[in-house]
């Protein structure tokens, strides 16, 4: 009777065993498969150039990300003022030297009035000094600073002429898109 009894206990504990094994690897077998889906539902970035085109797309494409322009640059005017006129919108590609947008010229104008003003007077007063010059020391000194004011004046105009041609805000690199 002990033998029977025995063999049955033996016999629960594989049965209990068996049932412990089998679940087990159900729920690892599960676990894996799951776990193995969500890992493949991560999608990688996607990076991809296309050439722009002035085309209608009849195609809808739905994603998420950041899209980024390769190239890409921040322009300023050299002047200040009030913007005239703007000639792109945002994303217009140009090309370099393009003009983008124009500043109110008319300061500009008025201090190259004013440095044209000032290089004729002082070209005057050169002309004046050489012509009353005596040959005294101070007339023959006051020659040398006439003419310096002369290249002064000079300067003012240039950059005068440079501020005036700082009025317009041209594209730097071909392709780019103002920002």
Do not use: C, H, Y
């Amino acid at each position: 009777m002990k033998m029977r009894s025995r063999i049955r206990r033996i016999r629960v504990r594989w049965w209990v065993l068996s049932g412990v094994l089998v679940v087990t690897l159900a729920g690892g077998g599960t676990w894996w498969i799951i776990a193995a889906q969500a890992t493949s539902a991560v999608a990688s970035p996607v990076t991809q150039t296309v050439a722009a085109s002035l085309e209608t797309m009849e195609q809808s494409v739905s994603a998420t990300g950041t899209l980024t322009p390769t190239v890409q640059g921040e322009v300023s005017f050299a002047a200040s003022g009030n913007v005239t006129g703007v000639n792109v919108v945002a994303g217009t590609v140009v090309a370099a030297a393009d003009v983008l947008a124009a500043v109110d010229t008319l300061t500009v104008d008025a201090d190259l009035l004013q440095a044209r003003a000032t290089l004729a007077s002082a070209a005057a007063k050169l002309a004046d000094s050489q012509d009353s010059s005596d040959g005294s020391t101070a007339g023959l000194a006051q020659i040398p600073a006439n003419a310096a004011s002369v290249t002064t004046a000079q300067n003012g105009v240039d950059e005068a002429l440079a501020a005036q041609s700082a009025v317009t805000l041209t594209a730097r690199s071909p392709g780019s898109s103002p920002s």
